[in-house]
């Protein structure tokens, strides 16, 4: 297909690209009424915007379909990110290549010497990150007298990541006839700000929608409890069995922390986080493209700016901090027109956050609980009964080695040990943990009272300080009952949640063994979901809860003064409770 209103050469290059249109962002970057204007653009991740700034420099750039000759650039280009740089330069590369466009990588982490040589041999264009850049140009190896476009790619992240002052000094250097394109997903004020110091009569340009989700992707809100965050990624990687598969994690240490934990059950997987190195980044992500890793998992700030064209599944394995940051991570796929799959693995307590950010971003999502073993195993067979199924002309050699095993073995013993064979290839699903029956509502409310179990008619009741109105929930109650007490969930009979305290038995054989664990564990918990719950022995004559309190809540939220204890006056209340007295006269103390 031809693109007429484009340079030959950069039709040419979109043609051999295999393109048969132009994305929207794409389209209107090269409309007459934007050729030679400072532009001012937001579009969604994933939506070709480095080609986008590519085209619409373009004007500035070419005469009679070449390059002119550069002793200094005449295109800067700036990104938040080394991948997103160096994703910048192989994209232009392409674009410009029949141009005969010079062009240099400037990035942390690679040789500063190299780079300087390659800016004082004379190239077109220009990419690289704000520190970089902000430091080649101090040393006087930069030289933008010459500039004629400068474009911020991603420009808000890079103001998220404190890149402010860099770009001002960078963008100061420049002349002041030069063209200014800024990309951003979204124009927060200090875009607006910053497009207003150093554009002049700007278009704007915005092709994201009401709907802030990307179309071409489908978003997934996986529940788990809290101790079956690591087993859930297993399943979902098991289920999916994606060609390539991004995993988000908040800091570095949990990248770690879970990329070796892949590793061991046999995935080929690779990291990408800020202590690696730019030669290991590298390593890891051509590793992703050879397909020789099929997982990735990375904090936000490395994986940005990567483009996959395998990628079909991201897991958010922990929560984003805020609907922006899910959109940049969620659009890791679902590009140039592709299909993909976005899933949030959440902890019952948090369900309520990620609700709220999902409908403040007009993101539609699936809520399902998290894949069992029995799931994974189930889509398995379906995998291996479709492979075997499919139509395939085999060689002599195989049909000869197949009549010599059905001369030695019946069929049924042959498929049962190719689907042996096959099983053992793949990384075991995950037993998860089983929380009971599922809960009333859409978000999984809380039962107010759980059947009592057989079994537990001698039992001793211990007591939690959270209940209803702090979202006390059976569901993460019982993973941190387990790994506080160090019991299995058969060992725990009844769950009781009350207004503000939750009750649950344990077999009397085992309570001084319960209570022993519980306080030796007391204050090491540290996870996010359950730190500050505190378990105690009920108090004495509490052989059954008190019934649900009906009266209207009086009191202030958990943790604003003393509570009345469970009971404290009325007649035959179940707890014994000191005489506390309202008022200035007669209070205690």
């Not at 690679?110 to 220009?126: F, K, P, T, W």
């Not at 980044?281 to 050879?290: G, K, T």
């Not at 300080?465 to 979202?471: E, F, K, L, T, Y």
Request: proline share 7%.
């Amino acid at each position: 297909m031809t693109f007429d209103h484009l340079s030959p050469v950069l039709s040419d290059a979109l043609t051999a690209r295999g393109y048969e249109a132009l994305t929207p962002v794409q389209a209107q970057v090269t409309e007459a009424e934007a050729h030679g204007r400072d532009l001012l653009v937001s579009a969604q991740t994933g939506s070709g915007k480095t080609v986008a700034f590519g085209l619409a420099m373009a004007d500035e750039l070419l005469a009679d379909g070449r390059l002119p000759f550069a002793s200094a650039p005449l295109a800067l280009i700036v990104a938040p990110t080394r991948e997103l740089a160096l994703q910048v330069s192989r994209e232009l590369g392409w674009l410009y290549a029949q141009a005969g466009a010079r062009i240099a990588t400037c990035v942390g982490g690679m040789d500063a010497s190299r780079e300087r040589r390659a800016l004082n041999q004379g190239v077109h264009i220009v990419v690289g990150t704000p520190g970089r850049l902000r430091d080649h140009l101090e040393r006087g190896a930069l030289d933008l007298a010459a500039l004629r476009v400068a474009v911020l790619d991603e420009a808000d992240e890079m103001l998220d990541m404190g890149f402010r002052e860099d770009l001002e000094e960078i963008l100061d250097a420049t002349p002041a006839t030069r063209r200014t394109l800024l990309f951003s997903a979204t124009i927060p004020k200090p875009i607006a700000q910053l497009a207003k110091r150093y554009q002049k009569d700007a278009l704007r340009i915005s092709t994201v929608g009401d709907t802030r989700g990307h179309g071409d992707i489908a978003y997934q809100v996986v529940t788990v409890a809290p101790a079956d965050i690591e087993g859930a990624v297993i399943n979902l990687l098991r289920l999916h069995e994606a060609d390539t598969a991004m995993l988000f994690c908040a800091t570095r240490d949990n990248v770690r922390r879970l990329h070796a934990r892949l590793v061991n059950r046999g995935f080929a997987a690779v990291a990408l986080s800020g202590e690696h190195s730019q030669n290991e980044r590298n390593h890891a992500l051509q590793a992703l493209r050879d397909r020789r890793a099929r997982v990735c998992v990375a904090t936000d700030v490395a994986a940005r700016g990567i483009d996959l064209p395998s990628l079909s599944l991201v897991v958010h394995v922990e929560i984003p901090r805020d609907a922006e940051t899910l959109q940049h991570r969620s659009g890791r796929t679902g590009r140039a027109g592709k299909k993909g799959t976005a899933v949030l693995i959440v902890p019952y307590p948090r369900r309520r956050r990620v609700d709220a950010m999902l409908r403040g971003a007009k993101i539609e999502a699936q809520w399902m609980p998290a894949p069992t073993a029995a799931d994974v195993r189930a889509r398995d067979q379906e995998r291996l009964i479709e492979a075997l199924l499919a139509p395939v002309e085999h060689e002599a050699d195989d049909l000869e080695l197949a009549q010599r095993l059905l001369a030695e073995r019946s069929p049924e013993d042959i498929a049962a040990s190719l689907v042996r064979a096959h099983r053992a290839t793949m990384p075991p699903p995950e037993e998860l943990i089983d929380n009971g029956p599922p809960a009333r509502g859409e978000r999984g409310e809380r039962p107010d009272r759980t059947p009592r179990r057989e079994g537990f008619d001698d039992s001793v009741w211990f007591r939690l300080d959270v209940g209803r109105r702090q979202n006390a929930d059976p569901r993460w109650i019982l993973p941190l009952l387990c790994r506080r007490g160090h019991v299995t969930k058969n060992e725990i009979g009844a769950i009781r949640i009350g207004p503000n305290e939750t009750l649950f038995n344990i077999p009397l054989a085992i309570a001084d063994r319960f209570a022993e664990a519980v306080e030796r564990t007391a204050g090491r918990d540290g996870g996010e979901d359950d730190s500050g719950v505190t378990i105690t022995p009920a108090p004495e004559g509490s052989s059954y809860p008190p019934r649900r309190d009906k009266r209207p809540f009086k009191g202030g939220p958990r943790g604003d003064g003393p509570r009345k204890p469970h009971g404290q006056g009325k007649p035959g209340g179940g707890f014994k409770a000191k005489p506390y007295a309202k008022g200035k006269k007669g209070r205690q103390g």
